[in-house]
Each structure stands twice: as C-alpha cells, then as structure tokens.
DNA sequence: AGTATTTTTTCGAGGCTCGAAAAAAAGAGC
DNA sequence: GCTCTTTTTTTCGAGCCTCGAAAAAATACT
C-alpha cells in the first residue's frame, strides 16, 4: 500500500512546502514561512537559498516597507516568473482558447477562436489545439521560461488519470486522448481535466477564505457541471473526473434529459431544460442542441416580470438543484456554494425554490446557514483553474524534485 | 496548510509502515516488509529490533517452513498480543456489547446484553458502556496489555472528530458526549464511530483483495444505513460521520421516512417501509418503531412465493436503493457492494430491481460489472470494524511515536 | 564437511533538520 | 553621528535517519 518514507524524500517535500508557501502567500518571508510550514528557520534558510539560486525563487526588490518596525527588515520572496511556463487550453463547446502563462501566473499571450466542435472530427479537434498552443509557443519566443507543463479544461468527462476525453458533449466522440498526442507532439506532460473542476481550483485561489477546504461549484449553463472540493481536496471518481452532479436522479423515469436517460437534474434545471419547460411545455421533447445566452436571460426576464410557464420553470430547476444538493448533504454534509455561469444571471428566481427544497432534505438544519454566490462569467475561471493546476503540477514534479539537485547544483556552483 | 516534515516525524512514520505491514500481512519477514514499505533492509531491520525490545513486535517462533529454499529462513515478525489492549463497544436499538480484545487482535472478553434504549435518559446509556467497561476490564485482571483505547460502534450519526452522537433511532436525546464521559472514566482516548463505517472497515480487513480502495457497505435493516470507503480512506462528512445514503431523495415529496422528511431512500427500502408497503399499504403511515427480523423474512417469504404487495414492496425498496446508487455513482463512479443485516437475506427478491435502476442512471453504463455480496450478521462485522479502529490508532497515535524513543529504550536497554 | 544461497545485522558515509550563536540590517535614543 | 536595541537571516556543529556494501548467520545442497 502506502509506501515508506525514503531519506531523499524528506528534502522533496519539504522544498514542495516552501515553493506552495510562496505561490499561496504574497511575498512571504523567510520568517513567515518558517511560521506557515512548522520548518526551523536554518532549514528554510537553506531551501530558499537553494530555490533562489536554481532560479526557482527571487528575492522581492522593493517590498513595501510595510514593517515600520525596529531590526532587520524582512525580505519577501516570490516565485521567478521567468523560471518555466506553462499553458492553459479551454476547450467548451464551439470554442476554444490558450494561454502561455509565466511561472508567477502572469498571462504571457493568448488566443481565442471559435469553432463547430460539433461538427468536427476528434482529429480536427486535437489538431486545433496542437495548432493553437504551437501559435503561442512560436510567437512567444525565447522570452520567459520553457513550457513544461500544459493543462487542458474540457467541458465533459475525462478519466481519472486525466488523459483522455472521455465523454463531450461538445462532439459525437468519445476516449479522445489528447494527452497523448500533446505529449508527443510538444514534449511536455499534459493533463486533461473537466472544465468545472477547473473552475473549483480557480475559486479557490480567488478567495481562499471563503473557498477553502469544502465548496461546491456549480456551474448553471446548457448542462449542469460540477467542482467538489472535499476536506481541501479535488473530489474526483475513481475511473472518471466525476461529480456530475446533473446526472444524478431528481425523479425516476422523469424528463428527458440530454443523456439519453430520464429524470436527471440536467433534465430540469440544464438552460435546455428551462427553456423547454417555459417555451415548449413537453419535458419529454427532444432537448435543443444549443442555446443562446440571450435565449435564456429573456426566459429570465419573462419570469422576474410575471408568473407564467417561465416562472414555473425556473421554480421546477431550482427545486431540482435542492433537492439534488440536499441528498449531496446527506452523504458530506453543508458547504458554501458558488454557481457560475449564465445560469447565474437568473439564480435569483430560483435561489428561493432552492432552499425550500434543501428544507424538505436531511441538508434542511443547516439550509439557511448555506451560503450562496454567484458568478456569471465562467471563461476566466476555466482558464485559472487550468492554469493553477498546471503550475502546481511544475512547483510539485519538477521543481521540488530539484532537477538532478547534485549535478545541476555543483555546475551553478 | 499542511505541515512541513520534521525530522523527528520520518522515523514515526516510518515505524508506522512497519507496524502497518506487519498487521496487514501474516507475519512477514523484514525482507517482505521491506519489500512492501520500499524502504531499505537495513532501515527494517533497525525500525523492528527496535519494535520487538519495546515489546510491540515479537518474532514468530514456529513459523511453518513454507520455504523449503536454500538459504537462511525468514523469520515472520508478528504482533506482540500483550503489547496492548483496546476495548470495542457496540451499541445498537435495544443492545449493548463490548469485547477486550488485545494487541494481535484477538478477543479476551466481551459482554452482551439487551437494553431498552429508547426509553432510557442519554445519562444511563452512557452509564451502562461505563459499567459494561468497567466490568470487562475488571474481569480481565492484569492479564495482556494495558486498555490503551476505546471505539464505540453506535447506530446513528457521530460528529466529525468522533467524539458525540449527534442524533441516533436508539434514543431521543441529541448531542451525547460519550466520549468526553469515557475519557474522564478510563483516561484513555474513546471515539465514537458510525457503525455502518465500522462495518466498511471490518469488510477491508475480512477480505482486503474484493474490498480494497474503493466499495460501499449498505446496512439493509430498520433504517438504512452506509460506510463508504473512497481511494482508500472511509469517507466521512466534513461535520458528521456523514454518508447518510438512506436519507438521500429518492422521489422528492414522497413516502413518509422514519425521520420525519418525505421521499427518503430509506422510506422506500428500511424494513419499516418495507412491511408498511406490504402489510399497510399507505406509504405515509407512520413508521413502526421497532420490527423484528422474523417480520421482514415473512414478507420475503411472501414475496418469494407470489405475487402480490409483498413483492411490490420489494420491487419499491429495490428500485429506490438502484436509483440512489445511481446518483451516487455519478459522483464517484461505480463500486464494488456488500449488503449487510437482515435485509440482505432477502436482497435476491430486490437485486434485479436494483439493478435495473442502476442501469436507468449515469452508473448504468457499468451496472453489469457491479459486484454485489450480502453477509446476513451485521453484528460481528461491527465489533470487528471499531476493534481495528482502535487498534490501528494505538498503532499509528501510539506505539509510531515510540514512547519517549530514548528514555524508555535507555531503560530497557 | 564444505559450498551455495538467502536472510539479517553491522558499519561507515552522506544527508537532512535543528538549535544556538553569529552576522546583518534596520530604527531608536542620546 | 554614533551606539544600542530589535528583528531577520545565515552559519555551524550536533544528532538522527536512511542507505549501500560488506559481514554474519542460518539453512539446503553436494
């Protein structure tokens, strides 16, 4: 099982704790870190300085002399931006974007283009991205660190070992491993990761108070995504990126839902599904393909302005996100939610159906004590999140394991 | 966050491996530890003698020469019985039991008896694990090793740090402190676990090879009750013992549930729903308290031979578990099932049905590949699940620790 | 009885962290 | 302007820990 504790391993972890010190902390000192991690000062002394000059680290210049105290002034330190970079590639249905990022998480370039994903055969759709992140390597040039590292947030499945697609519904076709095939093409390991996962990781960097060891990110667009972070880690399946939160059960044998299978929460709750219930009024009609943001809002807007089929159907999504969190709640108990997405934009005309529906479940003593937040635009998310995922993927493998610590050590030196 | 590596803290963990492979395996010798740690043979080899001169470990005398090589013979390292003791207490609707069980894991003594519990004060359910204890270790006299840890079994849900029953069918009171109660009594350290969550821990030690990383144990009985073990770890609320499956949704609004809450799995699939369907015929009847297992093997009985309500009632408790596990393996992905109590000896008349609501979910694409097993006698798997509990915390909290690695060693030596 | 083979222990080397002391770098006080 | 105080950072020696190699131990084979 678990495997022993080797004597080499001792300085790997500890140099993986100073690195995640400095990417959590702004600026942290030497002191600082010592208090974070539990380390004796001599020992981060030694790590920082070994960082600093394998060009890991840098020394801040001009930290704001914030101090005002008497003695020595602490000195921050920060990750070198030039030390590697990596790149970020979203890919959702009809569009697909990259991102070259530096090692301090700085975006170096980017693009953005659309397309028919649908349409497209899974060659087309790995060679876009091949084609993508070859742009942005070619026209970033020599500047900045090598690329080591590139994560891909796709809307869909993926397996656990995050190499493939395993299941889209951006395309008719499935197990799409474009990890292998970046690998082999560009040389660097590659991830492939579902999109709300990503967005989860993302949150968690944007407010790491409120989103810290348990929230839930729900994202509210055609279908229903979502990001689990349980005690302080990604909730993932066992075979597949997992927590598909909108294939879980609302009513046996119930709507039809996208997947083919009835009663899903998708089937209710999915911009499809609202739509459908407000425009079409048959919960059984086959589900749209594709929906405009402007389709939805005006659903919306119908609903805000006077009862009808679109209140009805906002009232039918959120008791169906309710009752699906609540029986959530009886397995993990209450954490804070985010819902991102356009979906959010109208969050309001169910947040009320919601927790009624909360209410009725084993999550119900806790339901007014759940927060609620809202964030429409989830673009930027996927691509943080991918982009953490990516350069915690280089500070842990790469960086921590000190490349060849003897012999690259000594040629410094 | 987390926590740098000490120095001090390698060697814990690793005598925590040493002692973890020598329980996990029948008496391996250092040359198979050290294969299964992946930690060096003179590592093993300093880590054991100095586990077996603290009287921990004990070298096996007449180990069967399997071998039959050349060579120097292995000589397997086993548990030293009287290293410690633990006792594990089971409590459950109307029963309370205890056992002395030593180091090695086998059983010194144990008591049983009936008790009224619903209708006893939460003072005198505490007062009898007090006595029961206290009797036990009594009557154990000076012989094995001191009592060094207590875990307590109980039906119902405990708080995250194992230390209060929250709520529980045994009685009517909340918020039971037994642990803070024991303590106080015993001055050793008590934690008061979910049973369903013992029964999973007792089934990864009965058959490690079936039950491994990832399966889910379901408690078919009175209510219905889960222990979830998820990449290798039992999976607990972040509040409470959490994995409260029988109080998911299955029809939001639905039957009557013991709980007071409407369209819960176990409203569906608990005995008490079970024989209402059958024999009442009003799915919002109240729940019976109490049942017993001859009722419910009349209903099967019933079922078996014709049809009719009975099997109808059945086929209800069946789908509901089906559509519930379905949900669930939205989340995580599909796991090996062990159906445990009275229930599962009629779990032939629901498995079709259970499985064709799975195969109706997100989980149906492997719903054939779906292991299930039923093991009729919950109670001993209970007693076995908090005996390890306490034995691998005096493992991993204690004897890892190595009390006072230098004075105590100074003595012996 | 001697040799081959496998397991276990011993021993020295190298690495890592730690605590204490020293060095460095500022503000405070006169 | 100089010294003292305070705080941060580095240096240095000590103590552990693991590792690899070699030695010792224990058995089967010839």
Redesign the pocket.
């Known amino acids: 099982m678990s495997v022993g504790i080797?004597?080499?391993d001792?300085?790997r972890r500890?140099r993986a704790m100073v690195i995640s010190a400095v990417r959590r902390a702004s600026q942290p000192?030497?002191?600082e870190i010592a208090a974070t991690t539990g380390?004796?000062?001599?020992?981060i002394?030694?790590?920082?300085?070994d960082l600093i000059s394998e060009g890991i680290l840098a020394e801040a210049k001009f930290s704001e002399?914030v101090s005002?105290?008497?003695?020595?002034?602490?000195?921050g330190l920060m990750l070198d931006a030039d030390a590697a970079s990596v790149v970020a590639v979203v890919l959702s249905l009809n569009s697909l974007s990259a991102a070259i990022i530096d090692y301090a998480g700085n975006t170096v370039t980017e693009e953005t283009r659309r397309l028919v994903t649908q349409q497209m055969p899974a060659e087309a759709l790995v060679d876009e991205c091949v084609g993508m992140v070859r742009r942005l390597i070619d026209s970033a040039g020599a500047s900045g660190g090598a690329v080591l590292r590139i994560a891909i947030a796709v809307q869909g499945i993926t397996d656990a070992a995050s190499r493939k697609l395993l299941w889209s519904p951006i395309t008719r076709y499935d197990d799409i491993p474009f990890a292998d095939r970046l690998e082999q093409e560009f040389g660097v390991p590659v991830s492939v990761e579902n999109d709300c996962n990503m967005i989860a990781e993302a949150l968690r960097w944007r407010d790491p108070v409120r989103y810290r060891d348990d929230f839930i990110a729900i994202l509210l667009s055609h279908g229903i995504g979502m990001g689990l972070v349980i005690k302080g880690e990604l909730f993932t399946g066992t075979q597949s990126s997992g927590a598909e939160f909108g294939h879980m059960i609302h009513r046996p044998d119930g709507a039809l839902c996208r997947c083919g299978r009835r009663g899903c929460i998708e089937a209710y709750a999915g911009n499809y599904a609202i739509w459908r219930n407000a425009r079409v009024g048959d919960e059984n009609a086959e589900p749209l393909a594709d929906l405009s943001d402007d389709d939805i809002r005006a659903v919306a807007d119908a609903a805000r302005d006077h009862d009808g089929p679109e209140r009805e159907a906002f009232r039918k999504a959120g008791e169906a996100i309710g009752f699906g969190l609540g029986s959530m709640f009886a397995l993990f108990d209450p954490a804070p939610l985010a819902f991102v997405g356009v979906g959010a934009t109208a969050f309001d005309i169910m947040e009320p159906h919601v927790r009624a529906a909360i209410a009725k479940t084993a999550g119900g003593l806790h339901s007014k004590a759940i927060s609620f937040d809202t964030e429409p635009n989830e673009v930027p998310l996927k691509r943080e999140g991918a982009m953490m995922r990516a350069l915690l993927a280089v500070d842990q493998e790469i960086f921590a394991a000190g490349t060849a610590?003897?012999r690259a050590g000594a040629d410094v030196a």
């Open positions: 080797r004597h080499d001792l300085r500890n000192s030497r002191t380390l004796s000062h001599s020992t002394s030694t790590i920082s300085s002399p005002m105290k008497r003695g020595r002034p602490q000195v610590p003897r």
